[in-house]
T-cell receptor, first 115, second 114 residues
Framework: DAGVIQSPRHEVTEMGQEVTLRCKPI?????LFWYRQTMMRGLELLIY????????DSGMPEDRFSAKMPNASFSTLKIQPSEPRDSAVYFC?????????????FGPGTRLTVT | AQSVTQLGSHVSVSEGALVLLRCNYS??????LFWYVQYPNQGLQLLLK??????LVKGINGFEAEFKKSETSFHLTKPSAHMSDAAEYFC????????????FGSGTRLQVQP
């Protein structure tokens, strides 16, 4: 079975450019989470969706960040304009409401470098 | 609100020695608890989970954890460390609002010395 798929795996961009990260959750999962991992702040929850609807976006750092989930099999996290402090590894994870244990399945991550 | 504290950002053990990674949680409701492992340049992989059944939980790669309500702890152990266990380990707890989001600890990097 395919796990959570993220693309690209690595992204290098210049300050001020728009960056779009992509995620395909595990088929049948109705929850999708976006996390950011940095050395300084660890693993932070940015936003999560249930049935394609954003439930909690309180972790989104600022208006430069936006996330969408147009359908059950695709989500994007966009940063516009990007800044060097956005450099991090961004993870997507998914889970199913039919799971009694709430465990999340993570993708391999996108390593973003903003120069 | 729920929270997780992992004591020790770095732990170093010798190959064959006992591994003990500490996790304490706070939650206003009975929690579900998880340990995840992250190998270099990879995503997080579930090691084991506690979901209010047996308090001693066995996971993959020989790891286990014991839920102790009186101590609000969920420490991860392995009797004999292997070089391949070198990774970062994260403890996580469910939200006390019943939502599906998890709260992660800050992680513990395990080094295994030959």
């Amino acid at each position: 079975d395919a796990g959570v798929i993220q693309s690209p795996r690595h992204e290098v961009t210049e300050m001020g450019q728009e960056v779009t990260l992509r995620c395909k959750p595990i088929s049948g999962h109705d929850y999708l989470f976006w996390y950011r991992q940095t050395m300084m702040r660890g693993l932070e929850l940015l936003i999560y969706f249930n049935n394609n609807v954003p439930i909690d976006d309180s972790g989104m750092p600022e208006d430069r960040f936006s996330a969408k989930m147009p359908n059950a099999s695709f989500s994007t996290l966009k940063i516009q304009p990007s800044e060097p402090r956005d450099s991090a590894v961004y993870f997507c994870a998914s889970t199913s409401s039919t799971s009694s244990s709430y465990e999340q399945y993570f993708g391999p991550g996108t390593r973003l470098t903003v120069t | 609100a729920q929270s997780v504290t992992q004591l020790g950002s770095h732990v170093s053990v010798s190959e064959g020695a006992l591994v003990l990674l500490r996790c304490n949680y706070s939650s206003s409701v009975p929690p579900y608890l998880f340990w995840y492992v992250q190998y270099p340049n990879q995503g997080l992989q579930l090691l084991l989970k506690y979901t209010s059944a047996a308090t001693l939980v066995k996971g993959i790669n020989g790891f286990e954890a014991e839920f102790k309500k009186s101590e609000t702890s969920f420490h991860l152990t392995k009797p004999s460390a292997h070089m391949s266990d070198a990774a970062e380990y994260f403890c996580a707890v469910t939200s006390d609002t019943g939502r599906r989001a998890l709260t992660f600890g800050s992680g513990t990097r395990l080094q295994v010395q030959p």
